[in-house]
């Protein structure tokens, strides 16, 4: 909607954002903020990770889709950077299906097939997915296991320690807790309540 391309759904909560006075400063900075972070032992992500990526080749690819983000001619990007499709990664992907998908992969990624095909309909907690899907970070002979890995974008998850990963949505969108890890030593969880009230959250399909 701020660069003339309107993708907002009834749902979205960041008008206040769209409508500010510093709107493009803002928006400019959120363009320029990386899609991994690594710092120490552990990496930080929004969302998750396929089944085929190693940690070094995830790095690589956060930074394809961060360089056309913050590229002059980001406008681009944006407009291509929508989609479900392709949802089986592929390293001769090309233009704009290698990015979707990987811009899909960090920012939207739950469950997955074990072969790695992502599946973006189902939000609920595991265990109550459709046969044959996994949790990502639950795919056997996931090349991201080993490395140690924060994420979010899994409120119904709540704070959940899985095979070296580490949720840290905890709902606070939907009146529950903002939650923190303190990961300089030995790990440490902080919690405080939301205060503000909340959205009502949309039931899982």
């Known amino acids: 909607m701020a660069e003339g391309i309107s ?3 009834h749902r979205d909560t960041f008008g206040d954002i769209l409508v500010a006075p510093d709107r493009d400063e803002l928006l400019h900075w959120l363009r320029h903020r990386p899609l991994l972070h690594h710092g120490g032992e552990f990496y930080l992500i ?4 396929p089944p085929q990526w190693n940690m070094e080749q995830a790095t690589g690819l956060a930074q394809e889709a961060e360089t056309a ?28 299906d290698r990015l979707r998908f ?4 960090f920012t ?15 939000k609920g907690q595991p265990g109550n997915q459709p046969a044959g899907l996994l949790p990502w ?13 924060l994420f979010g974008h899994w409120s119904t998850l709540g704070f959940h320690i899985s095979q070296g990963t580490y949720c840290l949505d905890t709902g606070c969108l ?4 903002l939650t923190a890890l303190r990961i300089d030593g030995d790990l440490e969880r902080t919690s405080v309540a939301n205060l503000q009230g909340h959205y009502q959250r949309p039931s899982a399909p």
């Open 46 to 49: 929004h969302a998750g990770l």
């Open 137 to 149: 970070f639950e795919v056997p002979g996931r090349r991201s296991a080993g490395a140690r890995i």
């Open 174 to 177: 939907w009146g529950g807790e």
């Open 69 to 96: 983000l913050r590229s002059p001619d980001y406008r681009e990007m944006l407009w291509h950077m929508y989609g479900n499709e392709p949802t089986h990664w592929d390293d001769h992907l090309g233009d704009w």
């Open 7 to 9: 993708r907002t759904k």
């Open 108 to 122: 939207r990624l739950r469950y997955c097939t074990a072969d790695g095909q992502l599946e973006f309909q189902q």
């Open 102 to 105: 990987i811009t899909n992969s």
